[in-house]
């Protein structure tokens, strides 16, 4: 695959609720970014890979741009403006029900000015009739072959335009391999070698799977955009202290000591009475994002007292088994402060005993470095898979410690345990009467493991099962 930052990338640019993030989709073919008549419903800039007829390209929606003096969307146009630059061919996408406007033409030829590969995109053109309005855009003074009557919701023009895409883009790109050498082996040869491709097959699975992301969770206006730009050292997500200003799911990809990280930056979450209009969208969006993601920064405001919602929010990691790191924004206390606070996030937390707690300050970029040091850690021990001599020591020990017992006489006995699961670690406990396991001892063997193998930051799932269960039959599980 293509280096993200070798692929060429085209921005999808215009006022608001001109259908860019519905043109998004279809060219993603997925639906990715969320569509609503509200206008304003993107404010962030969203990027995916997509390819168009095998080519490959990086696609970066931009919120709407909005001439007004609101907070918000005078951020938007900013980092929209600053995108184009960025970008090699820019779709600049009009409404095609309104006749154009004085706004539309000032942003075009300011586009125009960039001497990008500039399309002019005319949206909600839905039927031969409509196609009569298309003469008013020619006053832009663009060239018939980068006009393109489309609709979107009707798919309709979209072919000449991905036609014009595909002549813009280079080359499709061909991985470099080295010559096929086993072409000229024996088939014994062959033979001798198949495990050890077999190896190097799996080897190249495990590297796929070695990408951090890290969903950055919490409710309304913790900071959760400003961590995120702290994280990956520029303003990537819109900041303002207007509640709710982040909608869609921000994603970066960033490296860090030779590691690939998404960073995944949600809407923030109210109370469900008080979630209205397109944050609906929001929250469904958190929780596709909460199923895809393997880590998750739990953002909590230290100038704040804490919430119940910010236990349900945490409920959220704790339910999707994600490795877990507790954010204490806007730090600005001493050790003393944070003993103390400690202690109540315990308390409050107390299912997520194992995630670590880091105090930072997105704003100073207090501690940030540690944060990120700490999220590559968490990832090995969410990822790692401990030997099952390793793991029969360990149960082998701690029942010496503390035996088996007996309920109602019953001879409970645990043959070996074994992993067969990572992110989080699942593992399992072969024995005669799984059913009679009690839930404490299941806990004391858990954190038995804990003391002896380092989980720091990760949930664990102990499963007890008879000999010659599957994952598909019944397990006798706990989740901790």
Not at 375 to 394: A, F, G, H, P
Request: include cysteine.
């Amino acid at each position: 695959m293509q280096d993200i930052n070798e692929l060429t990338k085209i921005a999808l640019i215009g006022q608001p609720n001109v259908g860019k993030s519905s043109l998004f989709n279809r060219i993603a073919q997925k639906r990715i970014a969320i569509v609503a008549d509200i206008a304003g419903t993107t404010r962030d800039i969203r990027r995916h890979r997509v390819n168009v007829f095998e080519k490959e390209a990086l696609m970066l929606d931009t919120g709407g741009i909005d001439e007004t003096n609101d907070l918000i969307f005078s951020h938007v146009k900013r980092k929209a403006i600053e995108t184009a630059k960025q970008a090699d061919i820019i779709l600049f996408m009009v409404d095609g029900k309104k006749l154009p406007d004085d706004k539309d033409k000032e942003l075009f030829y300011e586009l125009q000015n960039l001497g990008k590969t500039l399309a002019l995109v005319v949206n909600k053109i839905d039927n031969d009739k409509e196609m009569e309005r298309l003469w008013d855009f020619y006053e832009f003074g663009i060239g018939e072959e980068n006009l393109f009557p489309i609709s979107v919701s009707h798919n309709r023009g979209t072919k000449n335009l991905m036609d014009w895409l595909n002549r813009q883009l280079p080359e499709a790109y061909v991985e470099p391999t080295d010559e096929d050498e086993d072409s000229e082996l024996s088939e014994d040869e062959l033979d001798e070698n198949y495990d050890e491709k077999i190896v190097d097959i799996n080897e190249k699975e495990k590297e796929k799977d070695t990408r951090l992301r890290v969903g950055i969770i919490g409710r309304v206006n913790v900071g959760k955009s400003s961590i995120l730009n702290a994280l990956v050292g520029h303003e990537r997500s819109v900041v303002s202290p207007i509640a709710g200003t982040t909608i869609d799911p921000v994603d970066e990809d960033y490296v860090f000591n030779g590691r690939d990280i998404t960073f995944v930056d949600t809407a923030g979450l109210r109370r469900r009475g008080s979630i209205e209009g397109i944050e609906k969208f929001a929250l469904m969006r958190t929780r596709e994002m909460l199923e895809e993601a393997n880590l998750a920064l739990l953002v909590l405001d230290a100038s704040e007292p804490f919430v119940d919602l910010d236990e349900k929010i945490a409920g959220l990691v704790d339910e999707y088994g994600l490795g877990t790191i507790i954010v204490l924004n806007k730090w600005d206390e001493n050790i003393e402060t944070f003993k103390k606070i400690e202690e109540e996030i315990r308390n409050r937390f107390k299912f997520l005993f194992y995630a670590p707690i880091i105090a930072v300050s997105a704003k100073t970029g207090r501690s940030i470095d540690r944060l990120k040091d700490q999220l590559l850690k968490i990832y090995d021990n969410y990822s790692q898979r401990i030997t099952t001599s390793r793991l029969n020591e360990v149960i082998e020990h701690a029942i010496r410690r503390h035996a088996l017992p007996s309920p109602n006489g019953a001879y409970l006995r645990i043959y070996y345990s074994t992993q067969f699961e990572t992110c989080p670690p699942r593992i399992a406990l072969i024995m005669n009467k799984p059913n009679l396991l009690h839930f404490s001892y299941k806990r004391y063997l858990i954190n038995f493991l804990r003391d002896n193998i380092d989980f720091n930051g990760t949930p664990i799932h102990l499963v007890a099962r008879k000999k010659g269960e599957r994952d598909n039959d019944e397990d006798h599980m706990l989740e901790i």
